[in-house]
Structures are given as C-alpha cells and as structure tokens.
C-alpha cells in the first residue's frame, strides 16, 4: 500500500510539470499535499474506482489546467507576464523550456546510459515495426486483385454416403482442366496454382 | 479559508455529487488573486498551517459574486420557464 501510496504521490509531482513555474513554484506544494490529504484521508477516492481512479483524474486534471494556463493566459504578473504579446508567447513557450531542459542534461549527463536506453528503444521499435508490417501484409492486407473479397478457393470433396465420409483429393493439372473446359460458363475468371515443377506441353491432352 | 478547506467545503455543500480536483482549484486560485477577485489573508489563528495561503474575498469578488449569481439565477429562471427542469411544464 504504501508502494502504491508513493506511486501517486510521485505521479501527482510529476504532472505537476504541466504548470507553469511561477504556479507551480506557488501552489504546487499546497496542491500536493491537498491531493494526498484526499487521497488518504480517503474522501475524494471514495468513489466507485476507489483510489486508482481518483489520481489518475487528479492527475490528469492538473495536466489539463496546467496546459490551460500555459497555453491561454500566459505567465501571472509579477511572474513573467508582459502586455506585450511576442515577448508573453516567448515567456510562455520558454518557461516550457525550463521545465524540459534539465531531464535532457541529465541525458547527456551520462551519455553511456541513454545510449543504452536509444538502442533499446530502437531495438523494441524495430521488431515490433517488422512485426506489424509482416501481420498487415499477411493477415489484415486485402489481396492484390480486384474484388479481392469475392476470391474463392475450390476444393475437390469425395463423398461417400454410405459411410457419411467426405474426403478432400488433391488437384491435378489434368483435373483443372477438366474443371476450367466443364465450368467454362462461369462468369469470373479461374486461375490455378501448384507448388511443383512440371512440364506443359502445347499438345492436346491425352 | 485556503485552498484545501475550500475543496472540503464544495464538497460538502454539493453532498458529493461533484469534486473540485487539486489542478482546477489551484489555478482558478490563481487567476482570482490575479483579477482581484480573492486576496491573501493571514491566517486566522496562531496553531493555523503558516505553510498554506489562505484567502478572502475582496469587495470587488463580492460585487462580482452577486452579479454573477444574479446571471445564472436568471438563467435558471428561463429554464423553468421553458422547461428544462423535469418535473415542471413549459410556458
């Protein structure tokens, strides 16, 4: 439990980024505490999904006003804020800066570790690329023919009433012949396939 | 009263049915101090948490309130007047 106590905790904070910094630097404290007073004292996550549900709508809430604030008002006065519109933006944007730049340096900091982390990534990223593009192409992708979904496939089906038994027989170049010449009134075109090597001759068959 | 007796009392006055979230109430916080809606006080007694703000309303929130009051009042007038409120019949 107190795992799971240190984990919201620590979410919370971090969503807390969201915020501009002179909010941040103001409220944020206060807001932390005000959570985790709700969160134990167990009145804000005392409904239906319990206390789970209760911070991750915290913390999205504060992502939410955080980039409100960001994004519609600007910076506070006294904090940044200017009437001038270019220079607000600048503030603005480069307040977003500050907050993104420190988990960079600590990137470059040691290089060896992020290296690590990109190759892993890319690894990860990669295969399951690779993955998803084989099962597009396999599975999920039409085929490539027109009126791919009216596509059949026949099969030659003995079957024998007296013992209820049907039987799948193979096909032969001989047997498809016979089917393309019985079945030549058929509207659509038949084609055949055959994994083995064989020799066609331009004389009738027979 | 600061930030976090104010969540405890919305809820209270709504009986549960709605909560007001750390991230909403912090930054609406902020822009009434900023538009002069709320101002800082002191805290109210000696064995009060000095590390939380705690606020008032000024004189303008107060005109502010009432008007704003009066606004919606007036809107949920024509609702009931229109019907949108079940159980009463429309004029």
Redesign the interface.
């Known amino acids: 439990m107190n795992v799971l106590r240190l984990l919201a905790e620590q979410l919370f904070r971090a969503s807390l980024l969201g915020f501009p910094r002179p909010l941040r630097r103001a409220f944020g404290d206060e807001a932390r505490e005000a959570f985790m007073a709700d969160l134990l004292g167990g009145q804000g996550a005392q409904g239906r999904h319990g206390p789970v549900w209760f911070t991750v709508r915290a913390t999205a809430n504060v992502v939410r006003e955080g980039l409100r604030e960001r994004i519609r008002h600007g910076p506070l006065p006294g904090h940044g804020a200017t009437t001038d519109k270019t220079t607000r933006r600048k503030t603005m944007w480069g307040g977003l800066a500050l907050d993104v730049r420190p988990p960079f340096r600590s990137l470059f900091r040691s290089p060896g570790l992020s290296l690590a982390a990109v190759v892993v990534l890319a690894l990860g990223l990669g295969a399951n690329a690779t993955v998803s593009s084989a099962l597009k192409s396999t599975v999920l992708a039409p085929l490539p023919y027109p009126d791919a979904e009216a596509l059949v496939m026949a099969d030659i089906v003995a079957f024998r009433a007296s013992r209820e038994e049907r039987r799948v027989m193979p096909w032969s170049y001989a047997k498809f012949r016979t089917f393309v010449e019985v079945e030549a009134r058929l509207p659509d075109p038949v084609a055949g396939y055959g994994g083995r090597t064989g020799t066609l001759s331009s004389r009738p068959w027979g | 009263m600061?930030?976090?007796a104010l969540?405890?009392s919305f809820?209270e006055m709504t009986e549960?049915s709605d909560?007001l979230?750390?991230?909403?109430?912090?930054?609406t916080?902020?822009?009434m101090v900023?538009t002069g809606l709320l101002e800082e006080a002191p805290p109210p007694g000696t064995g009060e948490d000095r590390?939380?703000?705690y606020y008032r309303v000024t004189p303008r929130g107060k005109r502010v309130g009432a008007l704003e009051s009066a606004r919606l009042g007036r809107l949920l007038d024509l609702a009931h007047r229109r019907g949108f409120v079940p159980g009463e019949a429309g004029s």
């Open positions: 600061h930030g976090y969540m405890q809820r549960g909560v979230l750390p991230g909403a109430l912090y930054a916080l902020a822009r900023e590390r939380r703000r």
